[in-house]
């Protein structure tokens, strides 16, 4: 119940402690429209089986970004559900092979123990499933750099301040070779930078 006016104060925080140009951003929403977004969509998840995710996720993509103000000129979105619905389509697809795989394995495992009766399965099944890990997986990683470069894209292509607009091009790859590089620099410095 806590958790969207920790939203708002982390945000508004935030805002008001970044400025560009001398001028301050600023954050301000109330916590009833927070608990809405943050709260009561999200229980409708689970009851239409995910199928409402990406409308959840554009109402809180909106609420974060539409109260959100630069001086005193605040920023707008206006971003389509449906093109929502469209990156978690294609993002989903990258992953059904982990999943299919998942559902797969389970099964056999399931089968071959039942056939041992109720005794668990040979170790070497695990490491044939070990083996088409190694598609899945992969593809799952370059689901979610697809995922987040998309998502970024369409919320600043989306977005305008005061009658101006934002261009964004982001590539996954690219994504993914910046963060890949980040986190090996991160690692041999121990974190320092």
């Known amino acids: 119940i806590a958790a969207p006016w920790f939203i708002i104060r982390a945000l508004a925080f935030n805002a008001r ?10 954050f301000n929403a109330r916590y009833g429209e927070a608990a809405v977004v943050f709260l009561l969509w999200p229980l409708l998840v689970p009851l239409t089986l995910g199928f409402i995710l990406p409308l959840v996720t554009k ?28 990156i978690f389509g ?15 394995f389970i099964a ?5 123990s039942a056939r ?4 668990p399965p040979p170790a070497a099944m695990f490491g044939t499933f070990g083996l088409l890990l190694i598609i899945a997986i992969p593809l799952a990683i370059a689901g979610t750099f697809f995922f987040r470069a998309r998502m970024f894209n369409l919320l600043w292509n989306h977005t305008s301040l005061a009658g101006n607009t934002f261009v964004a091009t982001m590539r996954a790859r690219d994504l993914f070779l ?11 410095t121990g974190g320092l930078l």
Request: charged share 10%; proline share 3%; aromatic share 18%.
């Open 116 to 119: 041992q009766g109720g005794q």
């Open 178 to 188: 910046t963060q890949f590089l980040n986190s090996i620099v991160t690692g041999l």
């Open 17 to 26: 402690n970044t400025a560009w140009r001398g001028l301050r951003f600023h």
């Open 90 to 104: 294609i993002a989903v697809l990258f992953f059904l092979p982990a999943i299919a795989l998942y559902f797969v």
């Open 59 to 86: 109402k809180q993509k909106e609420f974060i970004l539409s109260h959100h103000a630069y001086g005193t000129s605040p920023f707008a979105f206006t971003g389509r559900t449906e093109e929502f619905y469209k």
């Open 108 to 112: 056999v495992v399931i089968a071959a």
